[in-house]
């Protein structure tokens, strides 16, 4: 049952609700018709997320206070109450518009009248101060226009909602009350104590919209806009509106003087001065444009801005400030409107910073997009974006372009709202795109290669090819450069350790390695933004006319989020030097779990947490293998279950997807050597005792090995020059090998059956992964195909009875499979889904255990409750030189 739903039958012996009149930052307003006095009335339910934080039986004990005024300017309390569990006020319904209808519509008011307006506000004021009530949410929006005179509503309500039920400021629990452009700074900054002159404040902001179209201080964000309030001077009025009184100007700006002790004390005083009373105070001087304040002290200011949206800034002004000073916030964002936890880029900023969409939570469990105006205190899902991926926007931020799997689509689709286009079907990887001012789109093919494609739709033309020889594997993260011929990209080796930021000249698809890091951006000043694996942020110039760097790096931020499955470091720049990232300190840390089939996840060992990358059991249960990724890159590690040691096997170079061999004595690893580039396959003794053999040599990058049970043979993965990837069957002591599925497609992460007849791949022919089974020994004989809407990372239950796999959702799937001299597979079905644990789209991130479990490692998702804003980033950027 909807709220509406359940307030109209609880209330319905009182009240007959009629329709919605609107919703605001603390409750949703309906007109509603009391039936005991025949009058109709404003019913207005405070939102219920706001409601559990102060506690019904607090707010209706605080909003009492409204009952007891009794102004000719003050909207009175009619009823309270609490029906259930929905908390409820009623007033009296005004026939008219409320001031800020008539400003959207006339922009500017009469002076008179905006001066008449203003005076009968500190009239209400000035007796709800002597009976001791501060507004503290005074603005258009609360002044009600009628018969000619002004009602001011919710006397009061911000009062109430200003402490939760424990007696916690509502900025100790991320939420509170007021509107940024009418805030005084002493309530930016989250004083307890809030005066009559606060008040005075809001009115001033008020009385300036009123007479200059707009309030004394805008920006794009909240953020912005409590940053200017703190350290800016409003611009000058007269020069702008030659109109207004010497006297009206003068008492606008003392009472928007910073300090409370300034401005005037009484909202009686501000009248006065209004009328053009005599005063004491001098009103400070102005420029004709807005001017800065002089150096503030180094401070720490928690801003409450967001009535509801439970966002919290955090501003620091500094000692000596730039004309433009650089400013940091933290938004906090409320819990369903949270950063989902997807893998991939999780959000990007428009190129002029007005806007940012990021991946969000859909009502079904998963995730879609959501578009912030940075003006706006909330957020907006857009509709039919289940699934999206690393989002990014045209350089006019009017569509947005997203990914939906391993590969999957690329899509584009309004802001506005609307179907999306599928561009890219069942092909395009979700590492990141960027759209260029001709209309093209760049992204990561399906084979791990940039490609374009019209953002309307057409042909994909592949712009990047791979050298084998330089053991790179993926080309991802593309951006654009300035002139169109270049592009900088991510090259990815083996694991997130050894990344590479490159050059791609666009007209002969060869990319050039210039820095070791992570997800490379390029900004306007000349330089290159990329994070370390740590979470460092580094920049460092480039000459963009020879493709060269042109200095050091230097560390400009720490503790940035990066995405080990993908390499992307959670962070986005505007071309106007808005930064924004997502703290958490590089990779995070995960755990080894075993996974029963109901998804339940038990740790193997609840201390032990890493940076874990790829995991194979032994074939007896009794140890497991696992890449963990380190300070020397990413190494082999051996622990004996339940709660054996933990051992080391691999140094040097970088190490990752171990195999065990039938026997349980040793592991097999691909390698990439310190300072080489083409991965290839070694054998090692489990125990460590000896050095580690090479298994089987290739001109070309060997990705993974496979074992068949009898020990004899083993599959091999190989990337070619062409970039397809092609499985191969080798015997023990045979040089030659035998192509089992080759091609110009991609087929990954092979699994040999439990009888060995059989093996399970991954292959991208149609455009989108799925799972395929064939014999081993007769592989041209014909396929099956397992999965039904795309799957990756097969692997046999220990009893050959089923075949696993993961899709893209995080699903684990289960098909009954009969082996045999033929193969037949029933409909797989949804064994547990679960967002949290690993996957690999090349490889495979579980194992199976004789009694079915599964053995998994956990993503360390932070919460996603906070983005860290920096605005004119580049001015403190350039006196970092």
Known sequence: MTDLARLTAALSDRYTIERELGQGGMATVYLAHDVKHDRPVALKVLRPELAAVIGGERFLREIKTTANLHHAHILPLHDSGEADGLVYYVMPYIEGETLRGRIDRDKQLPVDEAVRIAREVADALDYAHRQGVIHRDIKPDNIMLHDGHVVVADFGIALAASRSDDGTRMTETGMSLGTPHYMSPEQAMGEREIRASSDVYALACVLYEMLMGEPPFTGPTAQAIIAKVMTDEPMGMRAHRKRIPPHVESAVLIGLEKLPADRFATAAEFSAALSGATTTRTAPSVAPTAVSRGPWRQVAIAASVVAVAAL??????????????????????????????????????????????????????GNQLWLREMNSLTARPLPGTSDALAPFLSPDAESVAYFTGHPGDLRVVSVNGGPSLTVVRDSAMPWGGDWDEAGMIYFTSGQSLIARVAAGGGIIEVVSRLDSASGVSEHNWVQVLPGGGRALIQMWHSSIADTEIGLLDLATGIATPIIDGVYGRYIPTGRIVYTTVNGSLLSVPIDLATGTLAGAPIAVAERIQVDASSGSGQFSISDNGVLAYMPGGGVGSGQVVWVDRAGEQAAVDSVWRGQFGTIALSPDGSRLAVSVLGNDGEQIWVKRLPDGPLSRLTFGGSAGRPAWTPDGRRVTFILTREGGFRRQAMIQRADGSAQADSLAADPRSVENVEWAPDGKRFLLRIGSVSNSRDIYLVTVGDSGRRALVSGPADEYAPAVSPDGEWFAYVSNESGRNEVFVRLVDDPGAGRTQVSLNGGSEPRWARSGQELFYRTRRGEMMAAEVTLGTTFSARPPRILFVAANLATDAFHHAYDVSRDGRFLMITQSFNDNTELVMVFNWFDELRGRK
């Open 312 to 365: 919290a800034f955090g501003v620091w002004a500094w000692r000596h400030r730039p004309p433009s000073p650089t400013v940091r916030v933290s938004v906090v964002f409320p819990a369903g409107e949270r950063i989902h936890p997807a893998s991939t880029r999780l959000f990007t900023l428009s190129r002029d910073g007005s806007r940012m969409v990021y991946v969000g939570p859909d009502t079904a469990g």
